[in-house]
């Protein structure tokens, strides 16, 4: 008896996996299927002659030149130089930021006396500082780094500030009347209702912190995609000029559904009875 309630009780759960699976293939389908209609035209156009192939190679050759480059090392190398001076601008900018922002946001006066030099910077391209930064920096790994920092404190800085900001004065009210401590109040109050718009600002942050290196290393570098990308159209490299804009934008979307993990996992406290945010 025991055991037969014991698989009834479990096959509602085994339905509703099966309903959660066949409902997620049936997402990721339907989210597949414009890109697998681009590549398709991407692979046909070259060949049928809507475009120069010498210009616009197929996808294939593309997709050859990528592998070449993959086994030869090459493009791992370049990968490396990137995601490192990506990963030490975008980290440092949080590290910075984060704490920035939530003293700026938690106290009004600091928020009114910087505020008119954020909107200063904040109105800046990070990119037509590059050659100050090259200037006093050199052309090595720190200009780069810096310049990815620059970029990357904005957003998170600015959505921190908000996020303090836009807390719900009725959570507000309803801790302080239970009499507790201003800095309990920030710590379980304040820090975890802002969580979602910080990691806004963070996601804003990590795919600007690609798209400015990028453009630095096609200024000043001897090794990353960005150089990768210029260095192959200089020589007429097409096929491994589009492998490193693909390379590009794989990492994009990974640094993004990275962030994307790390903020439901931090954000769990907002999801509904049914799973959902």
């Given at each position: ?78 990968f490396l130089a990137s995601i490192t001076r990506s990963v030490s601008g975008f980290g440092l900018a949080v590290l910075i930021a984060i704490p920035l922002g939530l003293i700026i946001g ?97 996601r804003m942050a990590g795919t600007g912190a690609i798209l400015v290196l990028i453009a630095a290393e096609m200024v000043g570098a001897k090794e990353g995609l960005g150089y990768l990308i ?48």
């Amino acid at each position: 008896m025991v055991t037969i309630e014991k698989h009834v009780s479990s096959a509602p759960k085994l339905i509703k996996q099966k309903e959660f699976g066949f409902s997620g293939l049936q997402k990721v389908a339907k989210q597949s299927i414009v890109l697998v209609a681009l590549f398709l035209l991407w692979e046909i156009a070259p060949r049928i002659g809507l475009v120069d192939p010498a210009f616009f190679p197929s996808f294939s050759n593309v997709v050859i030149a990528w592998w070449n480059l993959v086994i030869s090392g090459e493009l791992f190398t370049h990968f490396l130089a990137s995601i490192t001076r990506s990963v030490s601008g975008f980290g440092l900018a949080v590290l910075i930021a984060i704490p920035l922002g939530l003293i700026i946001g938690w106290y009004p006066l600091a928020r009114e006396l910087l505020n008119p030099v954020m909107e200063l910077f904040r109105n800046t391209a990070a990119l037509a500082l590059l050659p100050v930064f090259m200037l006093l920096l050199g052309i090595g790994e720190t200009s780069k780094i810096a310049i990815v920092l620059f970029a990357c404190t904005w957003p998170i800085l600015l959505n921190t500030i908000a996020a303090v900001g836009n807390v719900d004065p009725l959570l507000i009210k309803s801790a302080r009347s239970m009499n507790i401590s201003s800095f309990k109040l920030f710590l379980k109050v304040i820090l975890p209702a802002s969580v979602p718009t910080i990691f806004t600002g963070i996601r804003m942050a990590g795919t600007g912190a690609i798209l400015v290196l990028i453009a630095a290393e096609m200024v000043g570098a001897k090794e990353g995609l960005g150089y990768l990308i210029t260095y192959s159209q200089y020589n007429f490299q097409i096929p491994e000029m589009y492998a490193g804009i693909l390379t590009i934008a794989l990492l994009g979307v990974l640094i993004n559904q990275s962030l994307s993990m790390l903020e439901r996992k931090f954000s769990k406290w907002k999801q509904n009875p049914n799973g959902q945010n």
